[in-house]
Every structure is written in structure tokens, then in C-alpha cells.
């Protein structure tokens, strides 16, 4: 697997052909663009142009979202439109006649509103036959309309004072009436009722007649508003449905061209001349150069993807189909640089052995796939990918333990006839085995992951890297002894831990990975430093610093290699789940065995396959990416034009 190659793509023109340009640019799918005109020294300075697409892209969008009109991506070919003033023109067609009708419409509505609220008030007032606006309308008597509580009833009467309060209804917790008071006493009285938690009620000026009359008519003018009201948001809809099509193409074009415009603040400019630069796929070249072959007074240049050292050049994954859904995880952790190492089929691999091992069941595998494949188009065919071939995985393994759906004993004579006595293997019967195999594994990735590490080192002439470092040929070597002088000791019986082996195979590389910085810069330089600043390394802080980074280094050797136990232990882990469904299932009634058995394995799928599939990342993560492997790489997003509905 490796990285698509780039090409560095130079594109200069007349100022009147930057708009075309960046809309072939778009139209291409495949041109990364940079921003260029960024160097100080340069005479070709950034664009720096107010959109003057703006407002008509959020007049439109109000007007569409006002009229209630849901905006979606629209094919506009046969739209004319193109000046700013254009598309103004369209919004006043159609915003001038909206704003008559929708300001009648909000007064209409907010008239129902205040009669609604009017009815409201007077519907407790029933009880009243005397006219408002005599009422109102009274010189040396005011009137107070509203609601007592009806705790506070009885306390009127503890007061002298020169008032009269009339009920009218009475309810749960509040009494509605009226209270008489002259006018000169109207302050002191009302701070009583104020007091007592009294709450006026404001009758509107233009009622008139008593309560039953007053509600007669307020219904009456609420009735013949509604109707008019219904009539205007009729023609709202007449207006939407004519507007409709015209908008939802001027929209999208008018969305193209201002997202197109933004991106002239990439382009530079000298006189009447632009300059553009970005990176497109080397096998693209030629389909890119199509698309401007009728624009003679603009030129494109290739060049290296190194030639210009104010860009990186971004990164496009390749892989084949076997690989390409793993694609997602190495992107979870960061794309490699340009020149850097593709990891994704290293990824593909290692997980899907891993998952197999940690999740191995004939049956749940077969599932897994299927499910796979039915849910392609709503999970995507990357997601689909990876998880019918973590089924499949899953399935061989299941085989070799010989579980189906927990069953462990199912599949027994088949290799029985087959003659392999010593599969299936039994989980429970053989721990010891499955521990020390999930060590093995995990010794045997971190050493590949070592040789990568070295690989890429010697690639990117990182002799530190590749021969001195931690991970490089000392840390190789250094770990593999080790590794295999535990072996040959603790489970052959071997004395491989002889005094030159110590001394050639463990103590000199320990050496080497401590003293890694001066003897990288001995290799590249050819003199002696212990570090790239040798004025602020003195020799106590080398020894202090590099004596704590080993205890680091060698601590990482043991952690991550006794990480790998997780791998065993979900295998027991599995087979101990599937056990308590086998035995809950041989407790109940025969009639309810089928039942317990499907939703354990349902459970048992769900929970501990979404647990085995995080700490296979994990296990990815940091115990191997953390030995060779660094993103920070640049995505690739060729330039176009995305529909959205939204304007900021």
C-alpha cells in the first residue's frame, strides 16, 4: 500500500478569467488549492475582496425559510442569473408582495390575539349586566376588574375603609369581581387589595355593553378575522408555490457562485494578472488539463510536489479493496505525512486477526458479516466493509475453537473425521496455551513494528530513528533477546543468558539507546555533541535525562508486551459469557430455551463486540502505531462546492 503521488500545480491567468478558472478548478474534483500570494517577499499579494454575494445569499434564504420553503441543491443550468444585482432583483419580485401580505397578516394575527385575551378576561365577568363603558366612563367613582384569592375573601370585612367589592365568580382558588371606591380613596384602597394579592384585570377600551354582549361581539370580530386571516396565509402559499422553482435554482446557483467567489482570497494578483497554486493527483494531470485547454490566456505548470516550501503537500491513502475499509482507523489517528508510511494494510491485517482471536464464534461471525451486508447503505461501504470482513475473521476463528452460537462441542466430530485431533481447541482446557500465545502475538507485532520503524528511519535518513533509538536496531535487538532469553530459560529449560550474550546482545544496545543522540550526530555530522544545542546539554543533564527516558523506554517494553494479555483474556472472556447463556438457557422451560438463547448471543454480540473492538484500537494505538508510526499528515480536500441551506 502506499501514498498517491501529487503534482504541484501552478495556474496564472487574466483577472477576468479567476472566476472561470476557480469554477473548472471546482468542476475538476481533484485540485487541492493553497493559498498563494503567503510570502512576504513576494509581489503577488492575496486577494482580499468582500463577497458581494453575501447579502443576496441571506435575503434569499430568509425569504425562502419565510415562505416556507425547505432549500435543497437544485440543477440551475437554465437559471440566467449571475450579477449580484440579479439575484436582488429576484428577492424583490418576490419579497415586496410577501412583506404586504405578511404584514397584514401579522397585524390580523396579533388583533385575534389581544380580542382572544379580552374573551378570556370577560368569560369570568358573566355575572355582570352593567355596560363598560358607563362603568368606565364615571367621575367620582373608579372601577377595579379582576381576581381575589379566595382565602383573602373573608378579610374584606376587617376593613373600614369606604369601598365595595362585588363577586361575580367563584372559583377553586380565585373569586373574579369588581371593587367600587371613590375617587379620592382609590390609592389607599388599592394598596389594600394590592396587598391581598388582588390581580386587575385591564379591560380593553373598545369593549362596550355588558359581559354577555361584549363576549358576543369580541367572538364575532375574532370569527370574521380568522376567516381573513386564513384567506392571507392562502395566498402565502399561492405566492410559495409560483416562487418555489425560480428560488430553489436561483438558490443553488447563487450558492456556487459565492462559495467560488470565496475562494479568490486564495488566489494573488499583480496588475491585472492572478496567480493560483494547489496539488492535484499525478494520474489526473491529464483530465485537468482538458478542462482549460479552451482558456488560452490562462497556463498551468506542473512541478515536484517539493517545489515549493511554503506547502505541504496533502495525503491520499491508496489501498485496494481488502484494505480500503481500514482507511477510517488510520485516519482516526492521523493521516502519515506525504513521504511518510502507509499503514493501512498493516491495520487490516493486525485487526482483523485480532478481532477473529478475541471474538471467535462460527455463528455470531456469520451474523456479523450478514449484517454487514444488509446495513451497506445505511453504514456506509466503508463501515460495511470492516465489519463483514471482522465477520469473517471471526467465523475461521469460531471454527478452529469450535464454538457455534456457544455451543463448543457442535463442531467436534467434524474435525473428528476430518482426523485433526488437536482442534477444536477448548478454551477452558487449554488457558495456559491461549495466555502465552496472546504474549507471542503481541511480542511478534511490536518487533514488526520495530522493523517498520527502522524501515521508514533509513528512509527518511533518521539515523537516530533507525539504528540507535528506542525502536530502532539497539531497541530490536535489545527486545528480541530479551524475549527470547525469558523463553528459552522459563519454558525450555536453556541457558541462553550467557555473559556474552548479555554483554553483545542487551548491555551494548542499552548503550546505544542511551547515548542515541550523540552517536546519531557522530554518524551525520562526524563529531561528537551530546546534543543538536550543545550549549544547553551539560553532561549531568544528558545523564539525568536520558537515564529517566530509559527507565521510560524499558518500563513501554514490558507494558506493552504484557498488554497483549487482553488478547487471551477476551478469549476466555467470550467463551465464559457464552457459558452462563448455555447454563441460564438449561435452567428455564423448553418453551422458553429459544428465547434466552437468541438474547444472550444478542448480548453477547453487542456488548462484547463493541468492547473488543475498542481495545483493538487501543491495543493498535499505543502499543504498536506508538513505535513507528507519527501523523500529521494533510487530508486532501479538492475545492468545490458543498450545498447547504445555512448562510453563516
Known sequence: ??????????????????????????????????????SPDSAMKPLSEKNEYDRPLKELAQLSTQLGITLKETDFTDCDLSAPQDFNSLFEKYNTPFSELNTKRLELTQRISELGGAVRQIDHLKGMHSDFQQLFSMKYVSVRIGKLPVDNLPKLDYYDENFFFVPFEMGKSFCWGMYFVPERDKQRVDDIFHSMYFERIRIPSYVSGDADEALEKLKQTIDVDTVENAKINEQINELAAKAEPELQKAFSKLRFIHDTFDLRRNAAALNDKFYLKGFIPEKEKGRFDKLFSD?????????????????????VLKNNFLTRPFTMLVEMYGLPEYKGYNPTAFVAITYTLLFGIMFGDLGQGLLIVLGGLALKKKLGAKISGLVTRLGISSMIFGTLYGSFFGYEELLDPVFENIGLDFLPLKVFKQTNFILITAVAIGVALIVISMILNIYIGFKNKDYEKAIFGCNGIAGLVFYSSVAAGLVGTLMFDVKVMSAPFVIFLIVIPLVCIFCRTP?????????????????????????VENFFEMFEFLLSYVSNTMSFLRVGGFVLSHAGMMLVVMTLMEMCSAAAQPLVLVLGNLFVMVMEGM???????????????SRFYEGGGKPFEPVGVKFTAQTE
Not at 6 to 34: P, Q, W, Y
Request: glycine share 4%.
Open 519 to 543: 552517536f546519531s550526530i557522530a554518524v551525520k555530522y562526524k563529531q561528537w555533541r551530546l546534543s543538536e544545542d550543545e550549549e544547553k546539554m551539560t553532561v549531568g543533564n544528558f545523564i
Open 611 to 625: 468492547i473488543v473492538a475498542i481495545q483493538i484500537i487501543r491495543l493498535e494505538f499505543y502499543e504498536i502505531f
Open 1 to 38: 500500500m502506499a501514498i498517491e503521488k501529487m503534482s504541484l500545480v501552478n495556474i496564472a491567468g487574466l483577472m477576468d478569467e479567476l472566476d472561470a478558472t476557480l469554477k473548472r478548478c471546482c468542476e475538476s474534483g481533484c485540485f487541492h488549492i493553497e493559498p498563494a500570494g503567503n
Open 295 to 315: 482558456m488560452r490566456s490562462v497556463s498551468v505548470v506542473y512541478l515536484p510536489p517539493d517545489a515549493d516550501a511554503s506547502c505541504e503537500p496533502p495525503t
